[in-house]
């Protein structure tokens, strides 16, 4: 495999390993811009981004260059990685995330249209049915609130006049 156009070849596909190395990381950053995540759920992202390049850069070792790993090879998939997000890179993920957007924000339309008579439905009960069963109770709760509040001034009251009889008896 020493042969100089076979290296060549070599350098040429692993350049393009770069360049698709540089495309799927993009995928993750419009990810990331379209649908906001937790910090937890970014380094899963990363750790599933790096096995992936790994074991996509060991295939395409083991595949075009029988598993030998040559100083030009690093330097092509730099070089390719380098190339994309200098040129390509900016405008894929614009695009990409207005896309993301677009169909994420179609999507909530559309289930905000389909929710809707479901929502109107539980206001419905909210407003009418839960007021009827939860009437009792209300009844109940201020009654209480009202004989807490009272006796609660009776016993402010019965202090001051107990203060009011020592004070008097000095």
Do not use: W
Not at 24 to 37: E, G, N
Not at 71 to 92: C, D, N, P, Q, V
């Amino acid at each position: 495999m020493d042969n100089p156009i076979n290296q060549v070849y070599l350098f040429i596909v692993y350049l393009l390993c770069g360049i698709a190395i540089g495309i799927f990381f993009d995928i993750f950053r419009v990810l990331r811009r379209s649908f906001k995540t937790p910090d937890v759920v970014t380094y899963i992202e990363d750790v599933i981004f790096g096995v992936l390049t790994g074991v996509f850069l060991i295939i395409m070792l083991f595949v075009l260059n029988n598993g030998e790993l040559r100083f030009y090879i690093f330097i092509a998939i730099t070089l390719g990685l380098a190339i994309y997000f200098l040129t390509i890179s900016k405008f894929f993920i614009k695009i990409n995330v207005k896309i993301l957007t677009t169909i994420k924000n179609s999507i909530l339309k559309i289930l905000s249209i389909i929710f809707y008579p479901i929502n109107m439905f539980l206001n419905f009960l909210k407003k009418h049915v839960l007021q009827v069963v939860l009437k009792p109770f209300r009844i109940l709760t201020i009654n209480m609130k009202g004989f807490c509040i009272k006796n609660l001034k009776k016993a402010k009251n019965s202090k001051k006049i107990q203060k009011n009889k020592k004070d008097f008896k000095k």
